[in-house]
């Protein structure tokens, strides 16, 4: 069920490979992961089309999508024009494919069929004609839908990357998912804690599953010691409960008394953030905490290289979601920061305890600011962390390697029982 991909090499797999990104909206400032992904797939001279199935609403962009070659198409909304009119008139039309579409449809909520099925159209109906070769959602959800609805109507193979909120939370209707997967010519996902996880969930579902990290690009060098601010502490990622920043903010006030150098940074925006404004109020440290809201990537690599430690206290929230492989860690190795954190799925995949970091219990308030009080006192330790974060960075997560083997994936025909 599980299968490790070689990572692929030029010769026919770059240069005439067209890849087809489906994305439930394009882009969003929280996925730089899908940004980074992109751009890796673009340099292996592979060529790339993104289909966004929703137009982008945050209205603030990376700068690094400047550098995205691959053209973008809309789906649009669906009009009044019956669907079985827009399936005849689909090139390459499966007809004997059609009991799937309609049985899978069948088992979709009722609210959600029409548009996915309009979308699947769309998405089919544009790739066929731009000469897409293969397909590759984000998410085994509403992109990983259209996806393999688009294979059913087309024939064009698909994979699909599993990440977090879309196989943690309760209630993920795993009948789809393993329709999905058995379907596809793999399901990605991005840490070995999600490989377990999904192993045990879609087994004997015939999913061909792999693991490849999320990977980085080149990286600004490090900032030394000397450079950085003393006491400044920085937490990166939406304000929401699976973050776990409410620990942070209790961890700060626990330490303030005795440390009136202590500052957190909180990069970023989300349901909580009324809620963690209020809390540091409650604390008396509203001094001690600045909320930026969400920043693109070049004015988060600026903190990274001012902070003296990140803390990133991850916990499995309350509706079962949570964190896998948080990017945020992998730029801090790069950047050479430290990181106090927790064993939240993937997390230990970055962090070794007391190599590139501290490992915590989540919601453990006082581990976190011994942990914290640990890394701002100790320069020898911390200058060995900082050292060993770019090491790992390089050994496990460079996007050179994870693209090929991504590639590599793509490539691998879908063998059926």
């Known amino acids: 069920m599980t299968t490790d991909f070689p990572?692929?090499?030029?010769?026919?797999?770059?240069?005439?490979?067209?890849?087809?990104?489906?994305?439930?909206?394009?882009?969003?400032?929280?996925?730089?992961f899908i940004l980074n992904e992109i751009l890796g797939v673009e340099e292996t001279g592979t060529r790339v089309s993104v289909f966004s199935l929703r137009p982008p609403t945050e209205g603030r962009f990376h700068p690094g999508l400047s550098a995205v070659r691959a053209n973008v198409h809309y789906v649009p909304a669906p009009?009044?024009?019956?669907?079985?009119?827009a399936i005849r008139s689909l090139p390459g039309l499966q007809t004997d494919r059609l009991g799937e579409v309609l049985d899978f449809v069948d088992r979709l909520p009722a609210d959600r069929r029409a548009r996915l099925v309009f979308d699947a159209i769309a998405v089919a109906d544009r790739a066929h004609r731009t000469g897409v070769d293969h397909l590759?959602?984000?998410?085994?959800?509403?992109?990983a839908h259209t996806a393999h609805l688009a294979h059913l109507l087309t024939g064009i193979p698909y994979t699909v990357t599993a990440h977090a909120k879309d196989i943690y939370r309760h209630g993920i209707n795993w009948e789809i998912a393993a329709r999905v997967?058995?379907?596809?010519?793999?399901?990605?996902?991005?840490?070995?804690?999600n490989l377990n996880y999904l192993s045990a969930r879609l087994d004997g579902s015939g999913t061909r599953l792999v693991?490849?990290?999320?990977?980085?690009?080149?990286?600004?060098?490090?900032?030394?010691?000397?450079?950085?601010?003393?006491?400044?502490?920085?937490?990166?990622?939406?304000?929401?409960?699976?973050?776990?920043?409410?620990?942070?903010?209790?961890?700060?006030?626990?330490?303030?008394?005795?440390?009136?150098?202590?500052?957190?940074?909180?990069?970023?925006?989300?349901?909580?953030?009324?809620?963690?404004?209020?809390?540091?109020?409650?604390?008396?440290?509203?001094?001690?905490?600045?909320?930026?809201?969400?920043?693109?990537q070049q004015v988060v690599a600026e903190w990274l290289r001012r902070a003296h430690l990140m803390v990133a206290p991850c916990r499995v929230g309350a509706d079962g979601n949570q964190d896998a492989l948080p990017t945020v860690l992998l730029e801090a190795l790069g950047a050479g920061l430290p990181a106090v954190s927790t064993p939240v799925?993937?997390?230990?995949?970055?962090?070794?305890?007391?190599?590139?970091?501290?490992?915590?219990?989540?919601?453990?308030?006082?581990?976190?600011?011994?942990?914290?009080?640990r890394l701002l006192d100790g320069s020898e330790q911390w200058q060995a962390m900082s050292d060993a974060g770019p090491r790992t960075l390089a050994a496990k997560f460079d996007r050179r390697d994870t693209i090929g083997q991504l590639i590599g994936a793509m490539h691998q025909p879908r063998v059926t029982a």
Request: with cysteine; hydrophobic share 45%; glycine share 12%.
């Open 79 to 85: 009009e009044k024009a019956a669907f079985l009119d």
């Open 7 to 32: 990572p692929s090499s030029s010769e026919g797999q770059a240069g005439d490979f067209h890849v087809g990104y489906v994305l439930k909206q394009y882009p969003r400032l929280s996925e730089t």
């Open 211 to 296: 693991r490849i990290y999320n990977g980085l690009g080149p990286q600004p060098a490090p900032a030394p010691l000397g450079a950085r601010t003393p006491g400044l502490v920085l937490g990166v990622g939406r304000l929401v409960e699976k973050k776990g920043f409410d620990v942070l903010l209790e961890a700060v006030a626990q330490l303030a008394p005795v440390r009136p150098e202590l500052r957190v940074v909180l990069v970023g925006d989300g349901d909580c953030r009324t809620d963690l404004e209020q809390q540091a109020q409650r604390l008396g440290i509203t001094d001690r905490i600045v909320f930026t809201g969400a920043q693109p």
């Open 136 to 143: 590759h959602a984000h998410f085994l959800t509403v992109a």
């Open 181 to 193: 997967g058995a379907s596809a010519s793999a399901v990605v996902t991005v840490c070995d804690a």
């Open 345 to 373: 799925a993937g997390i230990t995949e970055i962090i070794e305890h007391g190599v590139e970091g501290l490992i915590v219990g989540s919601d453990d308030v006082e581990a976190t600011a011994a942990a914290m009080a």
